[in-house]
């Protein structure tokens, strides 16, 4: 049955007056995630207090979770667990392939990774003190930089600022050739593109599930590993979690089979019951349907924004094989611009030095919506208005 | 103004029929929290949106919400912050602790330490393959090894079966005049005991906040470093959110000033709102005279199990300066006469070998609680009726 993306649409509570072109930063409520937080907070927490860790589920949540993650990014069945944070998740997968090439040095990434990618290898590296390095050329150079001195492909397969999408296939196939792990980070690819983790036989995916997957602020990170690589793992944030027998409070760690080893603290329940209400709705997503779409969606925004913003460039690739789900144009007054859209209700980012972002969503986002915010983008970018002191003041975040 | 026990006992919904003595596990819902999670998700996330970040404060929350547990801790202001897990925060502690003593390789704990403690010791040993040797002796043989072969010590303060305390001030002293770096896990008695890190010199704390805190399950972990040490810390765990500047979004990692580089990740918004509501409870308590109530309700319950049951043996130092927040019976069926209690309204925990373990908690308890609890082990050990088969049926958790 094709996805429903009427159905899906329905399934978000959006403020009044907005077009949200963020759901790339974070993604928006999903209607019963309320409901949901206040069941598991009164009547889990509140009635079964310590007894819910058995009686609610709470202890199978990461694995549980993970497994519906699991579909949407090509994985198989009990590789993804949940927990932590990306960056957190990052630092164990880096550590954990590092542990696999020891006589290699090198960590590859490039220079558009997301820099919290880059800083969790730099302090992984500056811990260690085996003479590891970071080697971050522009993206289009990553292929050629592969060799059999690189231990770690480490790679952010859409690229946060601009959309450009690696070709995870041609890179994790040549990584595998000559001898190299690959640690792919999805934080702009789960929930926005098709993605086939297993068939590739990528090594270690790690992701966050407040972007696309609608998870909630600070909803936590996931990670994936190769199946028949899981056990030859050496957890470096060995957590009671991720132990063989967790309640056995034995004092030397065994790692739990499979990726459960990488689980590695207490799990954090309620920002589980949000996500879980997020997930709700993508168990109704074909992820092949929400591709095209996410695709259809693009070209017909850029084509607005093209025929009508003469002052903007485009900053994703026009190649659709080639970008994730957002698209990007820069404008050399962009933080300007942006805040004045967002005045507007039309809600994207910034990202220096010069680029309005905006998240292609097609579970709550259509033709109509992106109509009006190219609409309100040209009128803005005509008629100056963007350029008024309040737009330029610059606040910390996001 | 003297504490008002019986306003924090209001400030807490209780299920009918349960007398809860597992709060040192996972604390019971404040009310409030409810509504506050609802709140937090309906308003900030759904309407504010991105914005929310700023507009909600949601990217000052690790720190704000460290400030209110610093005080509970008797940590200086700006010395705490919130986030990950404790197993996170360990391991954060650990590893800094190390790269401050260079030239030293053992990190002394004790077998009675919790053991994702020493899980974590082991995981970050492997990783950095130096020879560092993790030396566990029994707590009361802690202070015999300690030495200038020192690097670390790192204890925590409150046993989790026994309720037995460390003397935090000597053998922190102690381990200052030697060169050891301290690492104190407050997991039992962040809310459960006075303390002072500030004032012994302690270089980092770590704890977490679902238990004797009530912040819900899976709430965050903290971590505090002594203020004029924090700037020598080189963070492992090196997250975007450490960053000197984390919307520079530079490729290169800089630590920011002070604990903040000890944030990781995307703060857990939603659980820390639970949090939140937990600590407008806690705002309320004087930590003297909750230390007060907690040893006076703690031999009180003492003395009504001893009076009533001779087949139990008190676990737990008899010595009140000796004893955290929580008391322990050892009985050769332990298991079975906790499921026998916890079938009768009693939840308290059950630890291997023989361990019946009640957190007293004086937010919600007094002694009425403890009277009826008492007098109810006294009778189901008095009838046998905790020796039925369903009671020695082993369940996975907690």
């Known amino acids: 049955m094709p996805t429903d993306f009427n159905a899906t649409r ?22 019963g995630a309320v409901d949901r937080l206040a069941q598991v907070a009164r009547d889990e927490w ?42 957190v998740k990052v630092f164990q997968a880096l550590s954990a392939a590092l542990e696999l090439a020891p006589d290699r040095k090198i960590i590859l990434s490039d220079n558009g990774n ?23 050329p522009a993206p289009q150079e990553v292929e050629a930089h592969l060799s059999e ?9 859409v690229d946060y600022r601009t959309g450009r999408r690696h070709d995870m296939a041609r890179l994790t196939r040549r990584a595998q050739e000559l001898g190299i792990v690959t640690v792919w980070d999805l934080a702009h690819s789960a929930g926005a593109v098709d993605l086939d983790i297993a068939g590739l036989g990528v090594d270690f995916a790690v992701g966050c599930t407040y972007k696309f997957l609608n998870g909630g602020p600070g909803a936590p990170g996931f990670i994936a590993v190769r199946p028949d690589l899981a ?5 470096s944030l060995s957590g009671w979690l991720g132990h063989e027998a967790p309640f056995a409070f ?13 689980r590695v603290g207490t ?11 997020a997930l709700d709705v993508w168990d109704r997503v074909d992820m092949a349907d929400l591709r095209d779409r996410s695709l259809a969606l693009s070209s017909h925004f850029i084509d607005a924004v093209e025929a009508q913003c003469p002052d903007v460039t485009l900053a994703t690739p026009r190649d ?19 805040q004045a859209l967002i005045a507007e209700g039309v809600i994207g980012d910034f990202r220096a030095p010069d680029i309005l972002r905006f998240g292609i969503t097609p579970l709550f986002i259509d033709e109509g919506d992106l109509d009006r915010a190219a609409g309100i983008l040209a009128r803005i970018l005509k008629d100056g208005s963007w350029d008024r002191p309040e737009f330029h003041r610059r606040v910390a975040v996001t």
Chains 1, 2 share one sequence.
């Open 114 to 136: 997301f820099p919290s990618d880059l800083y969790m290898a730099q302090g992984l590296i500056g811990a260690l003190d085996r003479g590891h390095r970071l080697v971050t």
């Open 231 to 235: 056990d030859r793992v050496r957890p």
């Open 320 to 338: 659709p094989a080639a970008r994730g789900s957002q698209v990007s144009f820069r404008h050399p007054q962009g933080y300007a611009v942006m």
């Open 46 to 87: 509140g009635q079964h207090l310590i007894r819910a860790w058995n009686s609610a589920g709470w202890m199978d949540q990461p694995d549980m979770i993970g497994d519906r993650i699991a579909r949407l990014i090509g994985a198989d069945p009990g590789s993804v667990t949940v927990g932590d944070t990306l960056s």
């Open 267 to 277: 799990p954090p329940v309620l920002a589980m019951a949000a996500l879980e209400t």
């Open 10 to 31: 329905a399934a978000f509570d959006l403020p009044e007056g907005v077009i949200y072109l963020d759901g790339n930063s974070l993604g928006p409520l999903p209607r």
């Open 149 to 157: 001195d690189v231990a770690v492909l480490m790679l952010t397969e």
């Open 250 to 262: 034995d004092q030397d760690y065994r790692p739990a089979e499979g990726v459960r080893r990488l």
